[in-house]
């Protein structure tokens, strides 16, 4: 089996459209190579390919059951298109049917894997099959340079004896090749590889006594979903990570949990001297308690410390390591503002020395603390012009940092 295996496959979502065409029974391999390199596999398959291969073989090699309509015959539950094209790192049609190919070419959403299609944001790999004259008739070459320059990649078939016992091109390319094509897609976007990143995520807690802590509404949703999209990019990440719910993390992210400023400092000042990269994404608490109580004040007691509590300042963790940065390193700061976004966020970019900063505002609905999304600016140190940004889900959100701060050589 040759899969080029280099372990970019791993930990990828890949959703797999099989329609019905006689090379249905390929794509039973295409799933094993699938999981065997690491990736989960959700299949979709048209009515007619159930025709060719059964969902029973397909979601006992996936793991997963396969999904044929909008709704669960079973059960009446609701398949989301959004949420699967959501979902998916990479979409996969084989083999792709003429029908199939002219449905997607002109937004023919008349079954789930042609609506999941044009709801997904992944890169989309396209391996036809059918007879030689279909696949030279000019509507299906003009279906195919129309998804080609959708920006779907396609998979060419190959020529030998069809189906139809005919001789020529036609064949679905095999399923080691159509592997190795989706694994070299994201092996040319491991833009990190050997590159060491920090980053900083979620809240601090700064306790007052052993029940009550002094804190924030960070989730950890955006300084996870930049661990996870700079590993998939190659980086070995040390995610330092505030208290929050755990999130899953990818292979290549070792998440190093603290509680307060100071733990967090000291977890990030052991990663940052290896780091190439840093970004500090955490809402770190400015202040904490002078004096920590031992047993938990009553609120009956006042003189018991519970009525005014002293605070002290906590070290601001981009500055700290800001101010003893060595060249080459790259430095990206978070800037959380409710007014003034950019005047606050410029001013925060120089005193923390960071070679970039990413302004987010609650004045912007569905941006901030806690959403699945975010709205964000990135303003350099350089005077290279501010980049904006609409309002995308964290991940996209992560995957704009880091395609737009400057990846310096790794440091060994
Ligand atoms: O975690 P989520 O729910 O997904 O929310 C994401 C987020 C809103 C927390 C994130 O997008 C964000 O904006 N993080 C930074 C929040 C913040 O504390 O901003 P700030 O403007 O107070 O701090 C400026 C920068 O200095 C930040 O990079 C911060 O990590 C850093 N800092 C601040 C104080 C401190 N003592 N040490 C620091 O390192």
């Not at 806690?370 to 350089?382: L, P, R, V």
């Amino acid at each position: 089996m040759s899969t080029a295996a280099t372990g970019h496959l791993a930990g990828r979502h890949i959703v797999l459209g099989i329609t019905g065409g006689i090379a249905a029974y390929k794509s039973a391999m295409l799933v094993r190579l699938f999981v065997k390199a690491g990736a989960e596999v959700q299949v979709i398959m048209t009515p007619n390919a159930r025709e060719f291969i059964s969902p029973v073989t397909m979601s006992t090699l996936s793991g997963k059951p396969v999904i044929t309509e909008f709704f669960s015959a079973n059960t009446g539950e609701w398949h989301s298109h959004v949420d699967l094209g959501l979902w998916a790192d990479a979409f996969v049609v084989a083999p792709a049917t003429a029908c199939t190919i002219a449905k997607m070419a002109n937004g023919v959403a008349d079954n789930m894997l042609v609506t999941s299609y044009l709801s997904t944001r992944a890169r989309v790999f396209v391996a036809p099959a059918m007879d030689l004259d279909m696949m030279a008739h000019p509507s299906t070459c003009r279906n195919l340079d129309t998804l080609r320059a959708d920006g779907c990649i396609i998979i060419e078939a190959a020529s030998g004896e069809l189906a139809s016992h005919l001789s020529g091109k036609g064949r679905m390319e095999e399923p080691e090749a159509i592997a190795a094509a989706v694994e070299r897609y994201f092996a040319a976007r491991c833009t990190m590889s050997g590159r060491k990143v920090l980053i900083t995520a979620g809240p601090t807690y700064e306790r007052i006594d052993p029940v009550r802590f002094i804190g924030n509404f960070s989730s950890g949703k955006m300084g996870y979903a930049l661990a996870n999209e700079a590993a998939r990019r190659g980086a070995e990440v040390t995610l330092v990570s505030g208290p929050v719910h755990p999130f899953d993390t990818l292979p290549g992210v070792k998440v190093v949990r603290v509680e307060s400023a100071r733990e967090m400092l000291d977890a990030a000042r052991r990663a940052f001297s290896d780091a190439d990269v840093a970004i500090f994404a955490a809402a770190v608490a400015d202040y904490r308690p002078e004096r920590v109580l031992d047993r938990k004040a009553k609120r009956e007691h006042p003189g018991e410390g519970l009525d005014s509590i002293k605070l002290v300042k906590n070290p601001d963790i981009a500055a700290t390591l800001g101010a003893c940065r060595r060249p080459g390193q790259t430095l990206v700061g978070f800037a959380l503002e409710t007014s003034d976004a950019m005047q606050n966020g410029a001013e925060k970019l120089v005193r923390k020395g960071l070679d970039a900063i990413v302004i987010n505002s609650l004045q912007d609905q569905g941006a901030g603390f806690g959403t699945d999304t975010n709205k964000i600016s990135i303003m350099y140190a350089d005077g290279r012009p501010t980049l904006e940004f609409g309002l995308k889900s964290k991940a996209d959100v992560a995957a704009d940092i880091l395609d737009n701060i400057p990846t310096p050589l790794p440091s060994r």
